[in-house]
């Protein structure tokens, strides 16, 4: 069966505190080579109420491999290869934004790039990948409103909307640079959203992110001193939850009245 006779097939990128998809079932792991080399991990295949899915961890099944050494290229191309017609890719960030609290799940709708070094393209390497994309709307729309509509109808606050600062990690911030991202507009950082979301926008993959805020960033609330990682725990696990939970209602499993 071609691509285009495929059903529409959703993957899910993980993240920092997503390394496996548990509510998956039925599933398979399936190792796609690509012309740029091997992805973060073999694609895990699987079904969430019937409906077939795929997964990838970004870090690697372990979460061994550092924000600035992912092969985006390869994961994304990988995707593609097993018909992927749209990502969701979920990570974890830090709140810059006042009204973002540690806990609380966003789906932004902007982007700013700090990262560098990064191989940011399909260009000369692709056939139909144009050299100047358009990234005026980083993000799908279509994506961002059915996760948007989804956690409205679990009851989920949730920020629609925000701007994703990018940064080159693996470090975290310094308050001065936070406080630089805030005079830029920013409202969370985190480390992977770019070139991530541009290699799926030059193969026409629709593409959008659903964060979890995990701690202020540096400088700002509780982490005026110094990020305290040993609380961090708990809040991820229970973000990542409604994460998890969202995805679920997302694909078509009957949302709790």
Known sequence: MSTNERSPLLAIIGGSGLNHLSIL????????????????????L???CGHEMVFLARHGHGHTIMPADINYRANIYALREV????IIAVGSVGSIHPSM?????VIPDQIIDYSWGR?????????GVEMHTDFTHP???MLRSRLSGVADLLGFHVHDGGVYACTQGPRLETAAEIRRMAGDGADVVGMTAMPEAV????L?????????????AAGIGESTQGIQFSALGDVIEQAMCKARLLIEALVGCKVPT
């Open 83 to 86: 018909g992927v017609t749209g």
């Open 101 to 105: 609290g540690p806990g609380d799940l």
């Open 139 to 141: 993000f799908s729309e």
């Open 46 to 48: 699987g079904t969430i």
């Open 25 to 44: 079932e039925d599933t398979r792991r399936q190792f796609v080579r690509t012309p740029y080399g091997e992805p973060s991990c073999p694609l895990t």
């Open 199 to 202: 290699l799926a926008r030059e």
């Open 119 to 127: 191989i940011s393209t399909f260009f000369g390497c692709e056939q």
């Open 204 to 216: 026409n993959i629709p593409y959008a992110m659903l964060n979890v805020v995990v701690n202020h």
